[in-house]
C-alpha cells in the first residue's frame, strides 16, 4: 500500500485519548502543517520551478534577491502564518497574453513572496484532498509516483501533459459504447471563481471552521491590490482584487478542484458519464436528449457555485467518427499547448571544466551531415514559401521544425536568413505563438551556430524590438531568454554584451524597451541592466530616467531587491537545476502531512 497509507492506518488505529480523525483536520494541526520547514523548503523550490519552466512571465530579480536571502524569507513567511494579522499580501501587477491577433488574456504576477506562501497552503492542502477527488478528474493532480517525483523534485503536480493525454485517452475509450458526446466549458472560469464559496468549500472538505488562522490566512492569499498601465492612456492604475484567482501561476490549478469538486461529486453521484481538465467538461451519453439533460444538471450545480456554461463553447456531437475527429483536434490542440523544449546542457558530456563563455556541447559530426540533408528536404516539401503558412496550426508546425535544428548544426546561410525572416513576419500574424517564437529568436545566438546564422539572428531579434506591430509579450519573452540563467553557461545576454559595438546596441534597445507600458518588459530590462553594470546606481539612473511618475511598487522593490543584492555582493543567479542540486528537499516519502 506504500508507506503513507500505511502511516494513514496507523493513525486511524491510534487510541482516541492521543488521536482521532477529528483531530487531523484540527486548527492546530493544519497550522503546524504550513509552519513546517520541509514544507516552506518544498514551496520555495515550486515556486522557483514553476516561474522558471512553466509561467508566461519570471521576474529573475526576486529569485536572485530571494535565492541570496532565504531564511530572511523563511522568517518572514513564519511570521506570517503565526499571525495572520501580520500578514497582507504584497502589490501584484497584470499583463496581457495574446490568444489571437485579436484578443488577450489579462494574467495576473503574484509577487514571489506571496507565491511560495500559496504554495505551502496548496500542498497541504492537495496532500489531504486529492485523494477524494473523483478519478475522472485529469487536472493538476499530485505526482505519486516516488521514482517519477525524485527526478522531478521542483514539481507538486504531474507533468501537465500525462493529464491531458489521460484526458484524451479516456475520451477514446469512451466512444465505442457512447453514440454522443457533450462537450463544454466554464465561462471566464478563474475570474468567476467565488473566494466565499472556495473558503466555505475548504472548510467544509478538511471539516475545520472558517474562522480558524489556517483559513483566515488563505483568505488573505486570495485578496490583493493589483497596479497596472491602462490600456486606454497609459496611466498607472490600481484595482483589488475581490474575485476570482489569478492566470499566471501554477498554485492555482489546485485550487480550481476544490472549486468544482461538489459539481463532479453530483455527476458522479448520478452516475452521469463525465471527465473534467480545469473547466473543460466532456459527457459521454447514449443519446442527445440524455447530454442535454446531463448539462442541465452540471449547468445547475454550477449556477450553486456561481459560475455558469459557455453557451458558445457548448456542443453535442453525434455519430462516432464526428466524436473521434473531435477528440483528435483536441489532441492536436493539447499538442500544440505542450511546453516547448528549450537547450539543455548536458555535463555528462564534458570531458573538462566549461570556461563559462560558450554553451558548449559536444557536436556527432555524423547525426549534423544526416540531419542537414534530411531536415531541409523535409522542410521543403512542407513549406515552400510563407504563403504556405496560412492558418495558427502552420504556423505553430513552422516554429516548430525551428525549434527542432539541433544545436550546432551547419545551416545553408541563405535559406535560414529565409526561415528568420518569415519567422519575423509570423509573429505579427500569429501572436499567440509568441512564447515559441521569442525562444527562436534567442536561440540561433548560440555561438554553436556560425557567424553568419548568429549575426542573420540578432538582425531580426532587433528588428523585433523595433516594430511596434509585434505585440509586447514578444519582446518580453525575448528579454527572457536573453537574461534566463543556463546551467553551465553565462546568459545570453552577457555573451553578446563581450562585443562592444553589440553591447552599446543591447543598452540602446533596452532603453527604448524600458518606455513601453508594461511591467513584465520593464522589469525584464531591469535584470537585463543590472547584469550589464552590476552596479544598482546605474539601474536606479536607468529606472529614474525611463519611468513617469509614480513609478509602480514592483519596480521600486525591485530596484531596492538589487541594491541590496549589490551591497551583498551577489554572486551571477545560479540555474534552476543548480538550485535544485543545493536544495535542502528530500523525498524519502510520498507525503509530507503524516511525516
Same mark, same amino acid.
Given at each position: 500500500?506504500? !508507506?503513507?497509507?500505511?502511516?494513514?492506518?496507523?493513525?486511524?488505529?491510534?487510541?482516541?485519548?492521543?488521536? @482521532?480523525?477529528?483531530?487531523?483536520?484540527?486548527?492546530?494541526?493544519? #497550522?503546524?502543517? /504550513?509552519?513546517?520547514?520541509?514544507?516552506?523548503?518544498?514551496?520555495?523550490?515550486?515556486?522557483?520551478?514553476?516561474?522558471?519552466?512553466?509561467?508566461?512571465?519570471?521576474?529573475?530579480?526576486?529569485?536572485?534577491?530571494?535565492?541570496?536571502?532565504?531564511?530572511?524569507?523563511?522568517?518572514? #513567511?513564519?511570521? =506570517?502564518?503565526?499571525?495572520? @494579522?501580520?500578514?497582507?499580501?504584497?502589490?501584484?501587477?497584470?499583463?496581457?497574453?495574446?490568444? =489571437?491577433?485579436?484578443?488577450?488574456?489579462?494574467?495576473?504576477? &503574484?509577487?514571489?513572496?506571496?507565491? %511560495?506562501?500559496?504554495?505551502?497552503?496548496?500542498?497541504?492542502?492537495?496532500?489531504?484532498?486529492?485523494?477524494?477527488?473523483?478519478?475522472?478528474?485529469?487536472?493538476?493532480?499530485?505526482?505519486?509516483?516516488?521514482?517519477?517525483?525524485?527526478?522531478s523534485k521542483g514539481n507538486l503536480y504531474r507533468y501537465y501533459y500525462e493529464g491531458v493525454k489521460e484526458f484524451i485517452a479516456w475520451q477514446l475509450s469512451q466512444v465505442e459504447n457512447s453514440s454522443c458526446?457533450?462537450?463544454?466549458?466554464?465561462?471566464?472560469?478563474?475570474?468567476?471563481?467565488?473566494?466565499?464559496? *472556495?473558503?466555505?468549500?475548504? =472548510?467544509?472538505?478538511?471539516?475545520?471552521?472558517?474562522?480558524?488562522?489556517?483559513?483566515?490566512?488563505?483568505?488573505?492569499?486570495?485578496?490583493?491590490?493589483?497596479?497596472?498601465?491602462?490600456?486606454?492612456?497609459?496611466?498607472?492604475?490600481?484595482?483589488?482584487?475581490?474575485?476570482?484567482?489569478?492566470?499566471?501561476?501554477?498554485?492555482?490549478?489546485?485550487?480550481?478542484?476544490? $472549486?468544482?469538486?461538489?459539481?463532479?461529486?453530483?455527476?458522479?453521484?448520478?452516475?452521469?458519464?463525465?471527465?473534467?481538465?480545469?473547466?473543460? $467538461?466532456?459527457?459521454?451519453?447514449?443519446?442527445?436528449?440524455?447530454?442535454?439533460?446531463?448539462?442541465?444538471?452540471?449547468?445547475?450545480?454550477?449556477?450553486?457555485?456561481?459560475?455558469?456554461?459557455?453557451?458558445?463553447?457548448?456542443?453535442?456531437?453525434?455519430?462516432?467518427?464526428?466524436?473521434? @475527429?473531435?477528440?483528435?483536434?483536441?489532441?492536436?490542440?493539447?499538442?500544440?499547448?505542450?511546453?516547448?523544449?528549450?537547450?539543455?546542457?548536458?555535463?555528462?558530456?564534458?570531458?573538462?571544466?566549461?570556461?563559462?563563455?560558450?554553451?558548449?556541447?559536444?557536436?556527432? =559530426?555524423?547525426?549534423?551531415?544526416?540531419?542537414?540533408?534530411?531536415?531541409?528536404?523535409?522542410?521543403?516539401?512542407?513549406?515552400?514559401? #510563407?504563403?504556405?503558412?496560412?492558418?495558427?496550426?502552420?504556423?505553430?508546425?513552422?516554429?516548430?521544425?525551428?525549434?527542432?535544428?539541433?544545436?550546432?548544426?551547419?545551416?545553408? &546561410?541563405?535559406?535560414?536568413?529565409?526561415?528568420?525572416?518569415?519567422?519575423?513576419?509570423?509573429?505579427?500574424?500569429?501572436?499567440?505563438?509568441?512564447?515559441?517564437?521569442?525562444?527562436?529568436?534567442?536561440?540561433?545566438?548560440?555561438?554553436?551556430?556560425?557567424?553568419?546564422?548568429? !549575426? #542573420?539572428?540578432?538582425?531580426?531579434?532587433?528588428? %523585433?524590438?523595433?516594430?511596434?506591430?509585434?505585440?509586447?509579450?514578444?519582446?518580453? !519573452?525575448? /528579454?527572457?531568454?536573453?537574461?534566463?540563467?543556463?546551467?553551465?553557461?553565462?546568459?545570453?545576454?552577457?555573451?553578446?554584451?563581450?562585443?562592444?559595438?553589440?553591447?552599446? !546596441?543591447?543598452?540602446?534597445?533596452?532603453?527604448?524597451?524600458?518606455?513601453?507600458?508594461?511591467?513584465?518588459?520593464? *522589469?525584464?530590462?531591469?535584470?537585463?541592466?543590472?547584469?550589464?553594470?552590476?552596479?544598482?546606481?546605474?539601474?536606479?539612473?536607468?529606472?529614474?530616467?525611463?519611468?513617469?511618475?509614480?513609478?509602480?511598487?514592483?519596480?521600486?522593490?525591485?530596484?531596492?531587491?538589487?541594491?541590496?543584492?549589490?551591497?551583498?555582493?551577489?554572486?551571477?543567479?545560479?540555474?534552476?537545476?543548480?538550485?535544485?542540486?543545493?536544495?535542502?528537499?528530500?523525498?524519502?516519502?510520498?507525503?509530507?502531512?503524516?511525516?
Amino acid at each position: 500500500m506504500g !508507506r503513507t497509507a500505511d502511516v494513514r492506518l496507523d493513525l486511524l488505529k491510534t487510541d482516541k485519548s492521543t488521536f @482521532n480523525i477529528d483531530n487531523l483536520m484540527n486548527k492546530d494541526f493544519l #497550522i503546524d502543517q /504550513i509552519r513546517k520547514r520541509e514544507v516552506f523548503e518544498r514551496a520555495y523550490v515550486y515556486a522557483i520551478s514553476y516561474r522558471i519552466t512553466h509561467d508566461s512571465y519570471c521576474n529573475f530579480i526576486e529569485i536572485d534577491y530571494y535565492r541570496q536571502n532565504k531564511e530572511k524569507l523563511f522568517k518572514e #513567511i513564519e511570521s =506570517s502564518l503565526e499571525n495572520p @494579522n501580520l500578514y497582507d499580501a504584497e502589490t501584484a501587477f497584470s499583463y496581457y497574453l495574446p490568444k =489571437s491577433d485579436m484578443f488577450f488574456r489579462r494574467m495576473i504576477y &503574484t509577487p514571489f513572496k506571496d507565491l %511560495v506562501i500559496k504554495f505551502i497552503f496548496v500542498s497541504v492542502l492537495a496532500e489531504l484532498l486529492d485523494f477524494t477527488f473523483v478519478q475522472t478528474c485529469f487536472s493538476y493532480r499530485l505526482e505519486r509516483n516516488i521514482e517519477k517525483k525524485k527526478k522531478s523534485k521542483g514539481n507538486l503536480y504531474r507533468y501537465y501533459y500525462e493529464g491531458v493525454k489521460e484526458f484524451i485517452a479516456w475520451q477514446l475509450s469512451q466512444v465505442e459504447n457512447s453514440s454522443c458526446m457533450l462537450k463544454t466549458d466554464i465561462s471566464s472560469f478563474y475570474d468567476s471563481i467565488s473566494h466565499e464559496y *472556495l473558503l466555505l468549500a475548504i =472548510s467544509k472538505q478538511i471539516n475545520i471552521a472558517k474562522d480558524t488562522h489556517f483559513l483566515i490566512l488563505f483568505g488573505k492569499t486570495l485578496k490583493f491590490k493589483i497596479c497596472y498601465y491602462s490600456i486606454v492612456d497609459g496611466k498607472l492604475s490600481e484595482t483589488y482584487n475581490s474575485q476570482g484567482i489569478p492566470i499566471g501561476n501554477e498554485a492555482e490549478g489546485f485550487i480550481a478542484n476544490i $472549486f468544482l469538486k461538489e459539481a463532479d461529486e453530483a455527476l458522479f453521484n448520478l452516475g452521469i458519464n463525465f471527465g473534467r481538465y480545469v473547466d473543460d $467538461f466532456r459527457i459521454f451519453t447514449n443519446s442527445k436528449t440524455d447530454a442535454v439533460k446531463a448539462s442541465i444538471i452540471l449547468q445547475e450545480f454550477l449556477l450553486k457555485i456561481g459560475v455558469n456554461l459557455n453557451a458558445s463553447k457548448t456542443k453535442v456531437i453525434e455519430a462516432e467518427e464526428e466524436i473521434i @475527429n473531435f477528440i483528435e483536434e483536441s489532441k492536436e490542440s493539447g499538442v500544440s499547448a505542450m511546453p516547448f523544449q528549450e537547450e539543455e546542457y548536458d555535463e555528462s558530456k564534458q570531458e573538462k571544466k566549461l570556461n563559462k563563455t560558450y554553451i558548449i556541447k559536444e557536436i556527432d =559530426s555524423e547525426k549534423i551531415s544526416m540531419h542537414k540533408e534530411s531536415y531541409y528536404l523535409e522542410h521543403q516539401t512542407v513549406f515552400l514559401k #510563407i504563403e504556405d503558412i496560412n492558418n495558427e496550426d502552420k504556423a505553430k508546425q513552422f516554429g516548430k521544425f525551428l525549434n527542432e535544428i539541433p544545436l550546432g548544426i551547419e545551416l545553408e &546561410t541563405q535559406i535560414f536568413s529565409e526561415h528568420i525572416e518569415w519567422l519575423y513576419q509570423l509573429s505579427k500574424m500569429y501572436p499567440k505563438h509568441g512564447k515559441l517564437y521569442s525562444w527562436l529568436f534567442v536561440k540561433f545566438l548560440s555561438q554553436d551556430y556560425s557567424d553568419d546564422v548568429q !549575426r #542573420i539572428s540578432l538582425k531580426y531579434l532587433f528588428a %523585433v524590438f523595433d516594430d511596434e506591430l509585434i505585440n509586447t509579450f514578444i519582446k518580453t !519573452r525575448i /528579454i527572457h531568454h536573453l537574461v534566463k540563467p543556463r546551467k553551465g553557461a553565462l546568459t545570453y545576454i552577457e555573451r553578446i554584451s563581450a562585443r562592444k559595438n553589440l553591447r552599446e !546596441r543591447i543598452i540602446e534597445h533596452i532603453t527604448k524597451l524600458m518606455r513601453i507600458t508594461c511591467m513584465a518588459l520593464q *522589469l525584464n530590462c531591469i535584470y537585463a541592466y543590472y547584469l550589464l553594470f552590476k552596479d544598482h546606481r546605474y539601474v536606479e539612473d536607468f529606472v529614474s530616467k525611463s519611468l513617469k511618475r509614480p513609478i509602480p511598487e514592483p519596480i521600486q522593490n525591485a530596484v531596492y531587491q538589487i541594491g541590496t543584492l549589490c551591497f551583498q555582493g551577489s554572486s551571477r543567479l545560479v540555474s534552476f537545476e543548480e538550485i535544485l542540486e543545493e536544495s535542502e528537499i528530500e523525498y524519502e516519502s510520498e507525503s509530507i502531512i503524516f511525516q
